[in-house]
Nanobody, 123 residues
Framework: QVQLIESGGGPVQAGASLNVSCAVYRLPFAPLAMAWFRQTPGKERDLVARINRSGNLKNYADSVKGRFTISRDNAKKTMTLQMNSLKPEDTGVYYC????????????????WGQGTQVTVSS
């Protein structure tokens, strides 16, 4: 069974830094485009950052540009989201997503999902 396993979430104070990671199991990692989505109660998942297969193309939501960095390690089959200068509005469940294709922007274009990890930023 293909699995994406997120880790690294938790409660932090505003201004702090936090890394969330996604490990891929039972699936070749190199062909996958990857992304992080964030969901808050009552809302749909929003794209936070995305990265293409080789890692040379990255894209961020306007709200996190300059603060978040997405990266991938194809040898370790992991993707990481480094989050700096966290704000209360960054609070949510962060989901790792993958697809065998381009690094899309829409939730529906990703067909492999992790279970999510909660990030809570308090002021």
């Amino acid at each position: 069974q293909v699995q994406l396993i997120e880790s690294g979430g938790g409660p932090v104070q505003a201004g702090a830094s936090l890394n969330v990671s996604c490990a891929v199991y039972r699936l070749p990692f190199a062909p996958l485009a990857m992304a992080w989505f964030r969901q808050t109660p009552g809302k749909e998942r929003d794209l936070v950052a995305r990265i293409n297969r080789s890692g040379n193309l990255k894209n961020y939501a306007d709200s996190v540009k300059g603060r978040f960095t997405i990266s991938r390690d194809n040898a370790k089959k992991t993707m990481t989201l480094q989050m700096n200068s966290l704000k209360p509005e960054d609070t949510g469940v962060y989901y790792c997503a993958a697809t065998n294709g381009n690094y899309y922007t829409r939730e529906r274009d990703y067909d492999i999902w992790g279970q999510g990890t909660q990030v809570t930023v308090s002021s």
